[in-house]
């Protein structure tokens, strides 16, 4: 299938075909006449609401399938686009179908079990394979564009574009660009009409940008087939067409964060987190729906370099927890339509109940994926928990890089590389993953490993692990020896998420939490020796963190020894499956512990 197959240049979506008079739009007052000669004529305004979401991840109901029970956490917050379909019907109704939009900034078809089941159990791309339930459900619920996040691409292009036929609204990614001959491979933008009720049409285009990160996060499903550049530059590439094809007002949806940073270092010339920097380069621009950074920002303000003008941003918290209204209020003057204000606000999901519409359009897919990860593959001979694992060398962990060394032994047997020693990395993605003592499930096993990585094998000096490790070490807060240790406060140093902390098997270590970062790692053995910075090593570890993910050092760059196709939470429940059996006495050890000044802290 041809990557510039659906193409939206010169197209638009019309929304809504009437005139209607609602809370959201203001007639213009007829003139009166009076003894002082005529009233000037008032002038015409016009308000509309963008809606917004982001970061669904395949969560269509307020339900976590690693679990397999009613979602939940500390803030008692909700999931799912089934409450988010009840909160725009509620906005709808306020403010009149016609006078709103209702967009998303990506990350929509990975995430969950049941996005995972139509992608690889059940796939969408089978001959007269099902309709996708984040399709269904956007449908059904009446989305009017959506642009592409980085997670759309980890079932491959090919799912990607089946998703994309199944989808009645248009995917959006202006830097999403065909390798070969550089123009757009999805529609950048959609242009939306709103007709108010003095008769004069608001055009409201829609740009769709995407993350540079694809480029290094799926490399084997992109790799020579798409290229993705920063999204600066194309936004200041689009957003003057768009104003010059009639554009009253410019949203744009970009998966990308504000902070500036990225995640990636120098691997891409391009910023991971753009969307503050997009605001303030680029002129034109009204407001940002922001995505990819999992945060919760009902509205940011950012003042545009050359016009001074503000730009208003926004991110909905992950997951279907938030929408975002976007509220604008328009003027008719100098014979076009003028931004007079824009604010924006979050509404929380977990204070409607779900949308029976969307309960009923999609029980039967959710009663087969929670059939499906309840299937029993083995037992336990004791419970194993991740709840202390991001200070503490954890059998659960410990069990994630046994298989994967197993794994890349058994694929570099006979070869040149069989001989040399195989370490295996390995985050806690989820602190209330569990395995219980007794039956375990899929859901048991895939719930260690949320996230659709891969494995592969990569050549590394001892020099090069250790400043692997100590890179890995900045994740804690220094905390002077003697003074109290509040786990609370002692991890995610500098805001580094749980999944860019990695524990090393294979090699003992202690990580000094009282020295500045860089200089933590001590102790360092191998086989009860220290460890010879020239001696080869093999590393398993997955193809985010091979690919650059999190900026680690030297192992983007190290040789490839070997890469596997098949998710490694698919490794890890065959792995189950084959042994029957999950025995920590077999894998368990305590290879790293967190010390102060040679004391263990735990």
Request: proline share 6%; net charge neutral; glycine share 8%.
């Amino acid at each position: 299938m041809p990557l510039n197959r659906r193409t939206f240049l010169e197209g638009s979506v019309a929304v809504g075909a009437g005139a209607a008079l609602t809370a959201g739009a203001v007639a213009p007052a007829e003139a009166h006449g009076t003894g002082h000669g005529p009233r000037p004529k008032p002038a015409e305004r016009y308000s509309f609401t963008v809606m917004g979401t982001t970061d669904l991840h395949g969560n269509v109901f307020n339900w976590d399938y690693f679990t397999d029970k009613e979602f939940d956490d500390k803030a008692h917050n909700d999931v799912g686009l089934a409450k988010i379909s009840t909160l725009v019907d509620r906005v709808r109704a306020e403010k009149g179908r016609r006078n709103t939009l209702l967009i998303d900034a990506g990350d929509t078809i990975q995430g969950t079990q049941l996005s995972y089941y139509y992608a690889k159990v059940d796939p969408i791309t089978a001959r007269r394979g099902p309709v996708h339930p984040m399709a269904q459900a956007m449908n059904a619920i009446g989305y009017d564009a959506a642009a592409l996040g980085n997670h759309e691409f980890n079932y491959g292009i090919p799912v990607l574009r089946k998703f994309e036929e199944q989808c009645d609204f248009p995917l959006l990614g202006a830097n999403a660009l065909d390798a070969k001959t550089l123009r757009p491979a999805f529609a950048p933008y959609s242009m939306h009409r709103l007709r108010t009720p003095c008769g004069r049409v608001v055009k409201v285009a829609v740009l769709g940008l995407t993350n540079p990160g694809i480029a290094i996060w799926d490399k084997a499903n992109v790799g020579g087939r798409m290229v993705f550049p920063g999204l600066e530059e194309q936004a200041a590439k689009w957003v003057p067409k768009l104003r010059s094809m009639g554009a009253d007002v410019v949203v744009v949806s970009a998966h990308s964060g504000s902070s500036g940073t990225s995640s990636y270092g120098d691997q891409l010339p391009y910023v991971e987190n753009a969307a503050g920097l997009v605001a303030e380069q680029v002129p034109g621009i009204d407001a940002i729906l922001v995505g990819h950074a999992h945060s919760e920002i009902p509205e940011y303000r950012v003042a545009n370099r050359e016009t001074g003008r503000e730009v208003v941003l926004s991110e909905p918290l992950k997951w279907g927890q938030r929408l975002t209204l976007f509220d604008f209020d328009l003027v008719w003057e100098k014979g076009r339509w003028s931004v007079e204000r824009v604010g924006a606000r979050v509404l929380n999901s977990n204070t409607v109940e779900e949308d029976p519409k969307i309960v009923r359009l999609l029980s039967d897919e959710h009663r087969k994926v929670v059939a499906y990860v309840n299937q029993v593959i083995g037992t336990s001979t004791s419970a194993m928990t991740t709840a202390d694992a991001p200070w503490k060398d954890e059998p659960i962990i410990d069990l994630i890089n046994a298989v994967q060394a197993e794994t890349v032994r058994a694929a570099l047997a006979g070869g040149a590389y069989a001989g040399l020693p195989v370490l295996s990395q390995a985050s806690c993605f989820s602190r209330t993953a569990r395995i219980p003592a007794g039956q375990v499930t899929i859901k048991d096993a895939a719930g260690l490993y949320p996230f659709e990585n891969t494995l592969e094998a990569r050549l590394l000096t001892g020099a090069q692990l250790k400043d692997y490790l100590e890179f890995s070490a900045r994740y804690y807060v220094r905390t002077p020896a003697g003074a109290p240790v509040d786990t609370a406060k002692l991890t995610n140093a500098d805001g580094t998420p749980d999944y860019n902390y990695d524990a090393v098997s294979g090699l003992t270590y202690e990580i000094d939490i009282a020295q500045p970062a860089g200089s933590r790692i001590v102790n360092l053995s191998f086989e009860g020796r220290p460890l010879d910075p020239a001696a080869k090593f093999v590393l398993a570890v997955n193809n985010y963190r091979a690919s650059g993910g999190g900026a680690f050092p030297h192992v983007a760059n190290a040789q490839q020894l070997w890469a596997n196709s098949d998710e490694i939470r698919n490794t890890i429940i065959q792995w189950v499956r084959a042994r029957g059996t999950v025995d920590p006495g077999q894998f368990a050890s305590v290879d790293w512990r967190l010390t102060r000044d040679g004391v263990p802290v735990f």
